[in-house]
């Protein structure tokens, strides 16, 4: 699957990564129980690990 993937490719505009960053905290905060917090914390985390960008 990864490797689909071409993390160099600009077709995906920082706006993608903005708005699944938006929604991934919309859904951390409405979380109810352990398991939706750590999920959504997760995706975030792996989030921000791929999508190191420039300032």
């Given amino acids: 699957m ?3 993937i ?3 490719n600009d077709s995906i505009g920082k706006e993608f990564y903005i708005d699944l960053a ?3 905290e919309e ?3 409405k979380a ?3 398991g939706e917090i750590t999920l959504v914390g997760d995706l975030i985390k ?3 690990e791929k ?3 420039d300032k």
């Fill in 2 to 4: 990864n490797k689909n």
């Fill in 6 to 8: 071409d993390k160099f």
């Fill in 22 to 24: 938006n929604k991934l």
């Fill in 27 to 29: 859904m951390y905060n």
């Fill in 32 to 34: 109810k129980t352990f």
């Fill in 46 to 48: 792996v989030l921000n």
């Fill in 51 to 53: 999508t190191k960008m």
